[in-house]
């Protein structure tokens, strides 16, 4: 069966840290991964993409890709208590043609102190 | 990134009754979207994926004929839960597909279902 797994936490990082979030999946021929945020009681939101192996840098986003460990990561540099949510790690599992599925990780929940 | 709306955000039934949620994506084309379900402190639940002009694909365990989807165009899909009963209540979402961006999706708002 197709997984994606990810710490659940609670991960907890003071204000102005780096938080790492880490997630592993299954499928060795997985080529899109997500990082989607989410709010309690909210939907998910789209933070971060990748396709390719290596980092991927969006402000104070950095997602990490090693597909030959089947292994991505996201980093949160200078976190705020406004990052405190669930990150949700998804990914494409499909293998090509029409099936855009996500896969997603149950997600860690992230809280960033004061 | 692009914009998905749902309406209604919230809505609380009786029991026996059918709840329609619909599914907008605003500013692109949406060949495909996907509905999910949501309950308190878990993980998403993918329902099914509905293309557009097509019968939607239901995930296993989801029974097609009481969650009726419907994508009639590139920007609307519509779910129905029909005789909803309390067990139905949940957070529903959909998530619209942006061909022009490879395979990422985008999520409404959600639907908060209350079933008295």
């Known amino acids: 069966q197709k997984e994606v797994e990810q710490n659940s936490g609670p991960l907890s990082v003071p204000e102005g840290a780096i938080a790492s979030l880490n997630c592993t999946y299954s499928?060795?021929?997985?080529?899109?991964f997500f990082w989607y945020r989410q709010y309690s009681g909210k939907s998910p939101e789209l933070i971060m993409s990748?396709?390719?192996?290596g980092d991927q840098e969006d402000g104070r986003f950095t997602a990490q890709l090693n597909k030959a460990s089947q292994y991505v990561s996201l980093l949160i540099r200078d976190s705020q208590p406004s990052d405190s949510a669930t990150y949700l790690c998804?990914?494409?599992?499909?293998?090509?043609?029409?099936?855009?599925?996500?896969?997603f990780g149950k997600g860690t929940l992230l809280t960033v102190n004061p | 990134g692009a914009v998905v709306s749902q309406h209604p955000s919230r809505v609380i039934c009786k029991s026996g009754t059918s709840v329609k949620i619909e599914c907008r994506s605003l500013?692109?084309?949406?060949?495909?979207m996907f509905w999910y379900r949501q309950f308190p402190k878990q993980s998403l639940m993918l329902m099914a994926t509905?293309?557009?002009?097509?019968?939607?694909?239901?995930e296993q365990g989801v029974e097609k004929d009481k969650f009726l989807i419907n994508h009639a165009s590139l920007t609307l899909s519509t779910l129905t839960v029909t005789s909803a009963h309390p067990e139905d209540s949940s957070f529903y979402i959909c998530?619209?597909?942006?061909?022009?961006?490879?395979?990422?999706?985008?999520f409404g708002p959600g639907t908060r279902l209350t079933v008295l």
């Open positions: 500013d692109f084309q949406a060949t495909t």
């Open positions: 998804a990914v494409n599992m499909g293998s090509g043609g029409s099936n855009y599925k996500l896969t």
């Open positions: 509905s293309n557009e002009g097509s019968k939607a694909t239901y």
């Open positions: 998530s619209a597909r942006d061909s022009g961006w490879y395979n990422e999706q985008f």
């Open positions: 990748i396709y390719s192996n």
């Open positions: 499928d060795r021929g997985s080529q899109s």
